[in-house]
């Protein structure tokens, strides 16, 4: 079983920044995709970004330049680091964990809140 927690959401001002952690434990695939989805209110989940085991980088167009997507292969944690905040980037921010042990496993986070304000 592999459990994800995500830290770091909260309130920030419009042009602000924030930065998202999310720690996997349990048993966990050295090779493996992390990632942040969100979700709007009365929308559907989305893609914000991706990272591979190996460093590959992959963004949604509208995040593309604002935030940075990391990961510490050692401590299973992926960081999403969010600069120049816009007020449609509010949502509930979900970490994910992708990884094939014979079987596909696809994991998500509980959600952290983040709200942009204008």
Request: hydrophobic share 30%; aromatic share 10%.
């Amino acid at each position: 079983q592999v459990q994800l927690v995500e830290s770091g959401g909260g309130l920030v001002q419009a042009g602000g920044s924030l930065r998202l952690s999310c720690a996997a434990s349990g048993s966990i695939s050295r090779i493996n995709v992390m990632g942040w989805y969100r979700q709007a209110a009365g929308k559907q989940r989305e893609l914000v970004a991706t990272i591979t085991s190996g460093g590959r980088t992959n963004y949604a167009d509208p995040v593309k330049g604002r935030f940075d997507i990391s990961r510490d292969n050692a401590k299973n944690t992926v960081y999403l680091q969010m600069n120049s905040l816009k007020s449609e980037d509010t949502g509930v921010y979900y970490c994910n964990l992708k990884m094939t042990i014979g079987t596909y496993f696809d994991y998500w986070g509980q959600g952290t809140q983040v709200t942009v304000g204008s």
